[in-house]
T-cell receptor, first 114, second 114 residues
Framework: KAGVTQTPRYLIKTRGQQVTLSCSPI?????VSWYQQTPGQGLQFLFE???????NKGNFPGRFSGRQFSNSRSEMNVSTLELGDSALYLC?????????????FGNGTRLTVT | GNSVTQMEGPVTLSEEAFLTINCTYT??????LFWYVQYPGEGLQLLLK?????DKGSNKGFEATYRKETTSFHLEKGSVQVSDSAVYFC?????????????FGKGTLLTVNP
């Protein structure tokens, strides 16, 4: 069974630009969540989608947005990039809401903003 | 709110040494507790979990016991190997049964020398 796939692996963007990151969950997983990982703040929850609906959102500005498609694939978008947005963005999927359904993470997209 | 505090590294051990990484948490109710591991260049992998007090999670020789009285979930391994070198994250989920929104500790870098 294929794991969670994130594309691209690396991105370099300039301040003020926007970027779109893609995530394909494990087949059959309907919940997709996104995390930001930085050396200073560690891992922080961005948002989660289930059946194309955002169910929960972390404490990030409105420049960070996402969506989920009917095939459960998800994208996240960051507009008006700032230097502080440089981070590893991790996507995770899970099959259902249950204590016995852990998150499965992708290898991440490394975003560098110059 | 929820928070996780884990011992900061880096931790450097010789092969076959005993490992302990401390983790304590603050949360309301009855969270689920997790240890995730991140190898260089990769996303996070679930190492073990415990969903209620006194549960012991175990995997690949690693163990952790959910101690509600001390709000702790310390990770232990009796004999580490070079291949255990990675960053270890303690995390909790307290979202009414949903595991997608995790609160992570800062991570502990473990290096095992031959």
């Amino acid at each position: 069974k294929a794991g969670v796939t994130q594309t691209p692996r690396y991105l370099i963007k300039t301040r003020g630009q926007q970027v779109t990151l893609s995530c394909s969950p494990i087949s059959g997983h309907r919940s997709v969540s996104w995390y930001q990982q930085t050396p200073g703040q560690g891992l922080q929850f961005l948002f989660e989608y289930f059946s194309e609906t955002q169910r929960n959102k972390g404490n990030f500005p409105g420049r960070f947005s996402g969506r989920q498609f009917s095939n459960s694939r998800s994208e996240m978008n960051v507009s008006t990039l700032e230097l502080g947005d440089s981070a590893l963005y991790l996507c995770a999927s899970t099959v259902q809401d249950s204590y016995n359904s852990p998150l499965h993470f992708g290898n991440g997209t490394r975003l560098t903003v110059t | 709110g929820n928070s996780v505090t884990q011992m900061e590294g880096p931790v450097t051990l010789s092969e076959e040494a005993f490992l302990t990484i401390n983790c304590t948490y603050t949360a309301t109710g009855y969270p689920s507790l997790f240890w995730y591991v991140q190898y260089p260049g990769e996303g996070l992998q679930l190492l073990l979990k415990a969903t209620k007090a006194d549960d012991k999670g175990s995997n690949k020789g690693f163990e952790a016991t959910y101690r509600k009285e001390t709000t702790s979930f310390h990770l232990e391994k009796g004999s580490v190997q070079v291949s255990d070198s990675a960053v270890y994250f303690c995390a909790l989920s307290n979202s009414g049964g949903s595991n997608y929104k995790l609160t992570f500790g800062k991570g502990t870098l473990l290096t095992v020398n031959p």
